[in-house]
């Protein structure tokens, strides 16, 4: 069973920068792939990142490609995801999720655990 919290969200201006955290609790936790996903109000949720269990494979939506980062500590039990260069329409609540896909994926229904969620608001 793994549990996740995220944290870090907010109102920023367009441009700005957050930074997301995602800490898990379990202790299978390396071995994992995780995910960020977003939902917009009136949108289906869709996928950010994701990112293998060792850190070495990294996969992107093409919307955020270029400006959003994510990262792992396995130490700290925490994900990561970098967002800089904010847009109006990154506007959403933003999920991690886990795997125990190794591998990461941009697959919903890949994700066993999920999440609550953090809200992310940019403004124009």
């Known amino acids: 069973q793994v549990q996740l919290v995220e944290s870090g969200g907010g109102l920023v201006q367009a441009g700005g920068s957050l930074r997301l955290s995602c800490a898990a609790s379990g202790r299978t936790f390396s071995s994992y792939g995780l995910g960020w996903f977003r939902q917009a109000p009136g949108k289906e949720r869709e996928f950010v990142a994701a990112?293998?269990?060792?850190?070495?494979?990294?996969y992107y939506a093409d919307s955020v490609k270029g400006r959003f980062t994510i990262s792992r500590d396995n130490a700290k039990n925490t994900v990561y995801l970098q967002m800089n260069s904010l847009k109006p329409e990154d506007t959403a609540v933003y999920y991690c999720?886990?795997?125990?896909?190794?591998?990461?994926?941009?697959?919903?229904?890949?994700?066993?655990?999920w999440g609550q969620g953090t809200q992310v608001t940019v403004s124009s």
């Open positions: 990112i293998s269990w060792s850190g070495g494979s990294t």
């Open positions: 999720a886990a795997t125990q896909t190794g591998r990461g994926s941009p697959r919903m229904r890949e994700y066993e655990y």
